[in-house]
């Protein structure tokens, strides 16, 4: 364990230049004529996008966007962890750490850190702060990688570490969704009483025993029917993560086909119009992380490692998470909540919103409504 060293993103000139190349000389090809986006990631976006990149798209200017952000690095368990770590305003700011996942990255944050941080800026009260921790994922962006892939179970730990560890706090709350659900339920399950509660926008975890009644029996049809074309990716990441990165670390536009595409069907978007929720700026920026770190390969490893771990059960002995817990529901989220029946099995429920629009990547497509669903929930823990 290491003190925080600051920390800027100051990418090689050469680095932007060799993916520029790589984008440039791409050499396209056919989908078929019915394609849309349903066999993937549409052909005709992809070159609008790739367009955009080389003759719009400014890194320096999304660069020097992130570097606003308060940024250090510190080493827990032999890995370097990148955060942003943004102080709140007040005497007593609650500390708040908020968790990405895949194909996410802390730029997903950007949105909501200065109003979680500083709420009477943008017309709040100032009781409501947060000193706001987020971190980038081991083998994800600018934090270190792992020597293999390591669980989210074991995330939460060097998470753990890092909050009370390196940054000293006594106690704190967790937030997240996509793997920053998970390893906020492993905060929430194995880190108190430092950990004093948690707020989810997915629900990632299972319970033993499976569902139960009608009710939640039809969820879990309706579940395992609507992930039956989302699973290929998920399978391959989490069998034979090597083979897909040899493709993946010399393909800018690969990486960006396999980002844009997550981001365009789990997101609560116009039709297939990706754009009716984000700027190409927001996907490219989002794409780039990926690639001027070269962590493609690294951050796929999670869906390894939770597949070592057992998957998605939570308690084998049928123990749930204790401490308070907020689950904000988005209704285009692709992983469908089950009932709150189920889901009370698992956590200790104390604040369930269902929010009137938004998807996976709540952070970005909703920052509002995600705001203040946190803030209503940490005045009842503070």
Known sequence: MTAPRPFR???????LERIRARVAGYIWHEMPDD???????????????????????????????????????????????HFVHEKGSGPAPLPLII???????????????????????????EEDAFDVIAPSLPGFGFSG?????????????????LMTGVLGYDGYLAQGGDWGGAISTWLGYEHVPACRAIHVNIMTMRHVDGPRGVEEEAWAAR??????LENGYRTQ????????????????????????????????????????????????????????????????????????EGGRVLSPERRRVEVPTGCALFPAELLAWPPRSYVERVYNVTRWTEMP?????AAMEQPDLLIEDIRAFARTVR
């Open 223 to 228: 579940f395992e029917k609507e992930q039956e």
């Open 237 to 308: 990441q989490a069998t034979r993560p090597q083979t897909l990165s040899y493709a993946m670390m010399d393909s800018p536009v690969g990486v960006a086909a396999w980002i844009v595409e997550k981001f365009n069907s789990w997101s609560d978007t116009e039709g297939d119009d990706v754009e009716s929720v984000y700027t190409k700026d927001e996907l490219l920026t989002n794409v780039m992380i990926y690639l001027v770190t070269g962590t493609f390969n690294t951050a796929s490893w999670i869906y390894y490692g939770r597949r070592e």
């Open 99 to 125: 968790s990405h996942g895949w194909p996410g990255s802390v730029a997903e944050f950007t949105e909501i850190i200065e109003p979680l941080a500083h709420p009477e800026r943008f017309g709040g009260s």
């Open 357 to 361: 629009r938004g998807g996976h990547f």
């Open 35 to 81: 394609g849309g986006w349903a066999y993937g990631t549409n052909l005709d976006y992809m070159k609008e996008l790739c367009a955009c990149w080389l003759e719009e798209f400014d890194w320096r200017k999304e660069e020097e966007k992130l570097n606003r952000l308060p940024q250090f690095t510190a080493q827990v368990e032999g890995i370097d962890i």
């Open 9 to 15: 993103i100051e990418v090689p000139d050469e680095v």
């Open 145 to 161: 990688r792992p020597a293999r892939p390591i669980r989210p179970r074991r995330m939460a730990g060097l998470f753990a570490e």
